[in-house]
């Protein structure tokens, strides 16, 4: 916006350098106003930028389905009861299986492959290696890798998925809809087994229909080894296979050679569990729609589960809240303010009536808060995050029955819902001619039915970020006015280039966040094994270390130098926020919840951050308490000492040591799941904080 | 009572007369309907309807046809067609299942949408002409758009690689046309009786589109008659496959549905085709049926050939002829009538299985990658069971015992192949292109000029077990209102086409048959082919939905406009100067001090002195510092590219 506003001054300049200065137009003016008075415009719009952030759940809209040819529940259920008995007996005949052997081999493979051949489905067994992501510093933005192969490959390990498709008897075989219910072949599970019974119930149904255009694939993944590394190892069988000999092909008795087949382009792929018992008196249904790096799956097909859910099968439908936020008491308070003001503006106008009771706020934010943050974290909430890898729309619907998992009498019904519900949303995307691409893919939920689309949301992260270029632009005419004052020569002064030191002090400091970036990676080379402490301790020593190298190499850098090598912190300070600026930026593009939760960090901190001591020097109220908030926002601004923080947050105390080990664990999983916001922490966030430290302990 | 006289007597006329053409057509114009019927392994049944045309060489100036489509032979008089092909085909035939290496499948098996090629007697200049222009008569013809083939970035010239040699051979084919009854019914009225009289009455549209695969067929080639003045004949061929579940009550899994054609079709076939010289309905029963019963000598034995334990005939053949590895029946309609109806109907009483003898390989094709960049395809080839038994008959000259195949595939121009980039794996070895490609021919595509095309000899050894191949491609852009309406499902790739040249398939009838046109054209020779899926590629589609766009930068334009034509129109340069200058004297305000530093600094120049420095030693100070950066950028390239492609 500033930087806007300085090009138009400079063409102002040149259109009439000699002649005598024009009056600068109004918007000069405007910009010239704000920078003037940066200070009150920085508050002004940061506590707008909260404000906004905390208004986001009135703002929510309802959703619709955008796409007319989904149609959700306009077709009758085909579903009949032979088909469920089929669910039932598959699941029957498992648990048998269970009661008379003990887990090993792949039996239940065989088993469920045999129920899918008998429906008329095409069968095949894929064996994989639940080897999962390897941190490759190189790779990091790279798509899904192509299947790398290990040389020493061991048969110790290994798990098989089963898959079975229906072709579509007119179809062209060009698309195809993929089903997953991961199952754990090795021990079981009572709700595992369930899942299992609803989509085998659909299976059956389908394999008889002829309304379908596009191929069924039914997956069942070996979730022995989790749920999103089977799913990932069969898309990249999928989508990227080797031709080249592999090791896995002969392990095992299951001969698995050249017998991989393919349906098509996936349209769309729902991940179905059911876990767990519903604590509600109907049965419940989450929808799990987070992948890696905050995307999103297109908004409709999250709209016909919901819409099929609700109004069709009664289930109970929700998705994931920070629980912890509902029983807080000053977002309760908020809620009633809001809930005031909407009453207030509802008496003034009734046309005005975006206000919402306080329980649905808080219902809301913490909708929204979760939404944020699983967005931010960037890894995917569930199996369906490898489908978005290859561009496919999925979700994970996690259904809890309300009856315990031997009920016989209970199940009948619970498949036939379940299996409805699925068959409602198959049909839908089987009548998508066109992929998915009327509705939003980037939004944020704040609950099943409700959501937040991308110009509404990105407002709080504009006005966010709006004060610094601002306090940059007025920081930099001050700081030359000092440099100017302190030397005597004036040419020399005037020269463009007195940020220039700024700019190496704060490229250096980036520069080291890159390479504390890549370190973990040549830290989980160092052969021997460690525990994730030590290795977040040696992290820790080797950065400080390289930290303690950069201050000493580089003059000027360190906050500790004499006062005439040092630059002037103003100029510093501006330099920094630009950088923040340009950071953020970038990173609200390529993640926009990260950008939005760090700028709600970083800003306050950047703005803040100034020398102490001349705060301690003067001894007045207003610079102590200014030095002591820039002081705290420090401390909760450092990457550890906030993961420490959301953990309290989420209702989990860590302290002491551990906390090591655990951020180093969790940054792990970022880096693994190849998580921009890893990126984001090490290249934007921990250098300005570093920058602000600098600033902090500035000896000016 | 008049009434019925009078509606009788056009009817005896007509009557008398198309027996009169039927009878006494001394010019040779046969026609023949047949129907063949096969019940498939995965308890279905196939329904084959072939009609023969066959138009003597005569005279071509003024010529009169009695019985031969009048609009067919205009056409290859017109466009100089000496053998050409159409097919419209809805569904996927099913290799593995209903077999891919007899005459039946690899004369019927067709890839889904139209599918067109044909071979012109011109000269060669005027082969491209003749191609557009018949596209157009088609696209007429069979109310099907067909002429989206006329633009030469939808067809390709293969030269060997389609199975038939020749230089004057286009072909095309349209993946996304949707086929229905529209299609059908000018095809039906090429026939004489239409689908009112005789086989074609059973063609009951619903029952042939709620098929699993349908697949109407047109081929037509002249035959030169060798003498002169005499122009060609031409034989018309129209067939129409399609595979149906015959419904059924019983819950037995395992048993096959029992079924009669008017529970197939809801109709029976009441008498034959007037016009028709014959007309017969096959019964085909592969498998272990055939080798059941050996001798059929006597007329109990024979009887039991159609009445035994494991299935029942409703209707009692005229002749069963016995094939290396099925039966067939053959039955005459020609003494069905309105009051006894042919409907020949197979009762199975015992469970019975089969396999459908399939081709050497069987062929998969699929992209790799994802994303809107890069991508690849692959043709999967995985050996069949019926490949032992097959194998060893191709023995090349130092005694190898290979399976040749031959890959024909056309590419759209915005599917832009890297053809260096084909890797051919077999048996999971990567191989190089001279152990195993014995021909390539590679046409590459120009920019919204013509397709590319590929034609590949892979000679693989026969005891191989699966191949692969795969050509990496880059995706193109469209122009904007080069995307069709349904942009955003994605662009096809075409079928490819897998063909075995060292491979025939023929049925070898052991008695000497009856001039069927049916069995003759099983009886020959065919070369074994089989087509792949089409693939579906998704390209980066604009966001045509979306008007807001369009909106903003229609109003943007408005603005700037208008804006400045206004500021034009009322702003006077003289005196505002005047007026600044009046200004200029005065003292300026802190505000206005502030932005002459500020725009000072920013232009990175002093106010009072400017840059004295000689514009040469900048340049040349400027120069190095390129160099120096372009040095840098170079190198931290090279380096990325080191540390990428290792590992």
Sequence with gaps: MASEKRDKEEEEVKTDDGSPKIKPRPIVQLGIFLVAHSPVFSVVFSAAGVLALLILPLLAKNTYISENALMPGSARSMLSNRDVSDGSKLVKDIKNYWLNHEGQGVEVQKLIGKYMSDMGAEVYYQKFHPEGNQFHPLHFFSGPDSYTLLDNVSCASYGVNVAGIIRAPRGDGKESIVLVTPYDFINGGDYEALSLGITSTLFSLLARVTWLSKDIIWLVTDSRYGDYRPVAAWLTEYHSPSFKVSDLLKCGELNTADTFRRAGTVAAALVLKVDGRSE????????????????????????????????????????????????????????????????????????????????????????????????????????????????????????????????????????????????????????????????????????????????????????????????????????????????????????????????????????????????????????????????????????????????????????????????????????????????????????????????????????????????????????????????????????????????????????????????????????AWKSATYLYIGMVHLPCWLLCLCILFHPS | ??????????????????????????????????????????????????????????????????????????????????????????????????????????????????????????????????????????????????????????????????????????????????????????????????????????????????????????????????????????????????????????????????????????????????????????????GRLGHESKNVDTEIEAHKLWMNSDFDLSLKPDRVIRESSSLLFIFDIDKSSDSEPFDLGLTWKLPSKWSCEQAPLHASRFLMGSGNERGAIAILLKATESQEKLSGRNLTTDGRCTIKANIFQIFPWYIKVYYHTLQIFVDQQQKTDSEVLKKINVSPSTDKVSSGMLEMMLELPCEVKSAAISIEYDKGFLHIDEYPPDANQGFDIPSALISFPSHHASLDFQEELSKSPLLSSFKEKSLVRSYTEVLLVPLTTPDFSMPYNVITITCTIFALYFGSLLNVLRRRIGEEERFLKSQAGKKRGGLKQLLSRLTAKIRGRPIEAPSSESPAAESSFLSSKLIFKIILVAGAAAAWQYFSTDK
Excluded at chain 1, 341 to 362: C, E, Q, S
Excluded at chain 1, 548 to 563: D, E, H, K, N, Y
Excluded at chain 2, 51 to 61: D, L, T, V
């Design chain 2, 1 to 286: 009572m008049a009434c019925l006289v009078r509606s009788w007597i056009p009817l005896l006329f007509l009557q008398s007369f198309l027996v009169a053409i039927a009878f006494g057509s001394n010019e040779g114009e046969e026609f023949s309907e047949e129907l063949l019927l096969k019940p498939l392994p995965d308890r279905k049944v196939l329904a084959h309807f072939h009609f023969e045309n066959r138009a003597p060489p005569s005279n071509s100036h003024g010529r009169n046809h009695h019985l031969f489509p009048k609009a067919i032979s205009q056409l290859v008089q017109k466009f100089r067609v000496k053998e050409m092909e159409l097919s419209f085909t809805q569904g996927r035939w099913n290799h593995e299942h209903w077999g891919g290496f007899d005459p039946l499948s690899s004369m019927n098996a067709k890839p889904v949408g139209v599918e067109l090629w044909a071979v012109f007697d011109v000269p060669q200049s005027q082969v491209d002409i003749s191609w557009k222009n018949l596209t157009h008569a088609l696209s007429g013809l069979f109310c099907a758009s067909i002429n989206f083939l006329e633009s030469s970035t939808s067809y390709a010239a293969p030269t060997w690689g389609f199975g038939t040699n020749s230089d004057k051979l286009r072909y095309g084919s349209l993946p996304r046309e949707a086929v229905c009854t529209e299609n059908l019914t000018p095809w039906l009225k090429l026939l004489p009786c239409r689908d009112k009289d005789g086989i074609s009455a059973l063609m009951n549209r619903p029952s042939v589109y709620r098929g699993f695969y349908h697949s109407q067929r047109l081929h037509l080639s002249t035959v030169e008659s060798g003498q002169e003045g005499l122009g060609s004949g031409i034989v018309l061929e129209q067939t129409l496959t399609v595979v149906i579940q015959p419904e059924t009550t019983s819950v037995e899994t395992n048993m096959q549905p029992s079924w009669s054609l008017s529970s197939l079709f809801g109709r029976k076939v009441v008498g034959s085709c007037v016009l028709a010289k014959s007309s017969n309905v096959y019964l085909q029963l592969e």
């Design chain 1, 280 to 671: 509600r008196f109907e049965d419940t249904l989450s929808i799990y729609a987070e992948a890696s790096n905050g995307q999103m799956p297109n908004l409709d097909l999250i709209n016909v589960v919901n819409y099929l859910a609700v109004h069709r099968q009664g289930f109970y439908v929700k998705v994931e809240k920070v629980v912890s936020l509902l029983s807080s008491s000053w977002l309760k308070i908020i809620g009633e303010i809001f809930e005031a003001v909407g009453k207030l503006a509802r008496t003034l106008n009734p046309d005005w009536n975006f206000g919402i009771p306080a329980a649905d706020y808080l219902e809301g934010s913490a909708t929204l808060a979760s939404s944020l943050y699983s967005q931010a974290l960037g890894i995917p909430t569930g199996p369906h995050g490898a489908f978005r890898d290859y561009q496919v729309d999925a979700i994970t619907l996690k259904i809890s029955p309300r009856f315990p998992p031997d009920s016989k009498t209970r199940q009948h019904d619970f498949f036939l819902r379940g299996a409805r519900l699925l068959e409602g949303t198959i049909r839908s995307v089987n009548n998508l001619l066109e992929k998915f691409h009327q509705s939003f893919f980037l939004y944020l939920l704040t609950s099943p039915s409700k959501f937040i689309s991308v110009g509404v949301y990105m407002i709080a992260f504009a006005l966010l970020v709006a004060p610094l270029p601002m306090v940059a632009a007025s920081l930099y005419i001050e700081g030359c006015k000092a440099l100017t004052k302190s030397t005597d020569n004036p040419t020399e002064n005037l020269k463009s280039w007195k940020w220039l030191d700024a700019a190496k002090q704060v490229f250096a400091l980036h520069l080291l966040g890159f390479i504390v970036t890549l370190l973990p990676y040549f830290i989980c080379q160092v052969p021997g094994q460690h525990s994730p402490r030590n290795r977040s301790i040696m992290w820790g020593t080797t950065s400080s270390s390289l930290l303690l190298i950069t201050f000493a190499i580089i003059p000027g850098c360190s906050p500790f130098s004499s006062r005439h090598h040092g630059t002037n912190w103003a100029v510093l300070k501006s330099v920094t926020i630009s950088a923040a600026f340009i950071g953020l930026c970038l990173m609200s593009i390529i993640n926009f919840a990260t950008a939005e939760i760090g700028a709600l960090l970083l800003v306050p901190t950047c703005l803040m951050a100034q020398p102490i001591k001349p705060a301690l020097r003067s001894r007045r109220i207003k610079s102590l308490l200014g030095a002591f908030c820039s002081m705290v926002l420090l401390t909760i601004g450092f990457p550890v000492m906030f993961f420490a923080i959301s953990k309290g947050l989420f209702g989990e105390a860590v302290v002491g040591l551990s906390l090591g080990g655990e951020f180093w664990t969790w940054l792990e999983s970022l880096w």
